[in-house]
Antibody, heavy 116, light 107 residues
Framework: QVQLQESGPGLVKPSQTLSLTCTVSGGSISSGDYYWSWIRQPPGKGLEWIGYIYYSGSTYYNPSLKSRVTISVDTSKNQFSLKLSSVTAADTAVYYC????????WGQGTLVTVSS | DIQMTQSPSSLSASVGDRVTITCRASQGIRNDLGWYQQKPGKAPKRLIYAASSLQSGVPSRFSGSGSGTEFTLTISSLQPEDFATYYCLQHNSYPVTFGGGTKVEIK
């Protein structure tokens, strides 16, 4: 079955850009059957959708983050990526990738801390 | 944005209890709603999709109902492994939005 795995730095300095990659196994992003999503969860808080991408490169972003977010896809590597610019401590969270616009399944998540 | 109001925010229950969690949407979302279970330190897991369809592999004690603006997740007989936080998600309108979560604790 499809599995997703997030990777990237666990510590980012304020004002810098957070970069994460999600590697998909057991299924092909290029199949065109699904969107591919990013969601985050600050420590002890609820879930926030960041955005998703289709294999063609079409993207949809949460308006609350849209000015700082870029999601891209590399079908040759079966990966999609998240970049969040100008980060602050408020961006400290566990970042999840997931399949589809209804999020099933999810990756295990990766904690990104914004701190100097 | 569509606001999803989930209630209660927490509850205490005993093994074997029937538990009901509600999500209310600020406008109609047809049946474009899912329910997710999250255990501490783990990623959420989808339990219910399309408001009332049980995800494959999920025990039948979980059920969902509702349409429009009012939705319910019911656990018919709470088991020890069900103690977790539950979230609803609407995907009818952009941006998709989650409810605030319901933490189910042991009484």
């Amino acid at each position: 079955q499809v599995q997703l795995q997030e990777s990237g730095p666990g510590l980012v300095k304020p004002s810098q850009t957070l970069s994460l990659t999600c590697t998909v196994s057991g299924g092909s992003i290029s199949s065109g059957d699904y969107y591919w999503s990013w969601i985050r969860q600050p420590p002890g808080k609820g879930l926030e959708w960041i955005g998703y991408i289709y294999y063609s490169g079409s993207t949809y972003y949460n308006p609350s983050l849209k000015s700082r977010v870029t999601i891209s896809v590399d079908t040759s590597k079966n990966q999609f990526s998240l970049k969040l610019s100008s980060v602050t401590a408020a961006d400290t969270a566990v970042y999840y990738c997931a399949r589809g616009d209804t999020f099933d399944p999810w990756g295990q998540g990766t904690l990104v801390t914004v701190s100097s | 944005d569509i606001q999803m109001t989930q209630s209660p925010s927490s509850l205490s229950a005993s093994v074997g209890d029937r538990v009901t969690i509600t999500c209310r949407a600020s406008q109609g979302i047809r049946n474009d709603l899912g329910w997710y279970q999250q255990k501490p330190g783990k990623a959420p897991k989808r339990l219910i999709y399309a408001a009332s369809s049980l995800q494959s592999g999920v025990p039948s004690r979980f059920s969902g109902s509702g349409s429009g603006t009012e939705f319910t997740l019911t656990i018919s007989s709470l088991q020890p492994e069900d103690f977790a936080t539950y979230y609803c998600l609407q995907h009818n309108s952009y941006p998709v939005t989650f409810g605030g979560g319901t933490k189910v604790e042991i009484k």
